[in-house]
């Protein structure tokens, strides 16, 4: 799945716990990306990128589709009643994400694995 | 990758940097004082009295840095001093450098890195700052580069408040 930013901020009155809504010092009107998964929940549904340092979840509404195929590597899993993820196996993995975010070289070596086999399938 | 002496003069500067937070001195009075002793660096270059050097050496003293009182204290004896001076000037024009750019990061809004569920320590945040948990997120600034050594600027902030804590500089290999 490949997508386009075509907005970079979103509305500042949307709810509080809405992640980075404001990504105007970050994202490239235009720029397109790959996505590594998906989070639909109760206020926001969300796209996983790479930006060439962190992988970061973005509201879906700042991006028009491209490329709608969906990946193979990922694995519907619901948390709650509100929430539902579409992740590759290695986000679920206990720390990864935050390891991956400390820019932990077992992690960072485990994405770009993953990453290679999405961006070619 | 930077030559490690390059590293070490970072990572030396960093030093002088972050105990601004960790003890809680003003980091505006510290940078500000910081910006004023350069002054009187280059000042005491000129000064045939050495009063600049000796009001710095001073200053030095009080803030418990024996070295740089000593270079201060050295350098009003012309000429003899100012070599080890315009070392240090150096020396501060990368701390400088280095404090402008933590700065400018720390003005950013920052890009969330991890939300509250995914953070270890959202419930340590709470029990320590306030708020709840889940309010609790991530951040991460731009990577900056100086002397080719990239960093970036991490901190943890309350969705709700906007409430900012630990500052950390994470370098980038």
Redesign the interface.
């Known amino acids: 799945m490949k997508i386009k930013c075509v907005k970079n901020k979103i509305d500042a009155k949307s709810h509080?716990?809405i992640?980075?809504k404001?990504?105007?010092?970050?994202l490239t009107i235009g720029k397109t990306f790959w996505v590594y998964g998906l989070r639909f929940s109760e206020h926001c549904n969300y796209v996983y990128i790479y930006n060439e340092?962190?992988?970061?979840?973005v509201p879906m509404e700042m991006f028009e589709i491209v490329d709608s195929k969906v990946s193979v590597e990922w694995i519907v899993k619901a948390?709650g009643v509100q929430e539902v993820m579409l992740w590759p196996n290695l986000f679920y993995i206990d720390?990864f994400?935050?390891n991956f975010?400390?820019?932990e070289m077992k992690e960072r070596n485990e994405f770009n694995k993953l990453k290679a086999i999405i961006e070619v399938e | 990758m930077p030559p490690l002496s390059d590293i070490a003069d970072l990572q030396a500067s960093m030093g002088d940097f972050t105990p601004y937070y960790q003890q809680g001195e003003s980091f505006s009075y510290g940078a500000w004082l910081d910006g004023f002793q350069t002054s009187l660096d280059v000042a005491g270059i000129a000064d045939p009295f050495g009063i600049a050097d000796g009001v710095n050496a001073v200053i030095y003293v009080g803030r418990g840095q024996w070295a740089d009182a000593g270079i201060s204290a050295m350098a009003m004896l012309p000429y003899v001093g100012n070599v080890a001076k315009s070392s240090r000037l150096a020396s501060n024009a990368v701390r400088l450098t280095k404090k402008l750019a933590s700065e400018s990061q720390m003005a950013?809004?920052g890009?969330?890195?991890?939300?509250s569920?995914?953070?270890?320590d959202a419930a340590k945040l709470a029990e320590k700052y306030g708020g709840n948990a889940?309010?609790w997120?991530?951040k991460?600034s731009?990577?900056f580069t100086i002397n080719g050594v990239k960093f970036?600027t991490?901190w943890y902030e309350n969705?709700?408040t906007g409430a900012r804590e630990e500052y950390k500089t994470?370098f980038?290999?």
């Open positions: 509080y716990s992640l980075n404001d990504m105007s010092d970050y340092e962190h992988l970061v979840e948390q720390d994400l935050e975010a400390e820019r | 950013e809004i890009q969330i890195i991890i939300r569920d995914k953070l270890r889940t309010d997120v991530k991460t731009q990577p970036e991490h969705l709700l994470k980038i290999w």
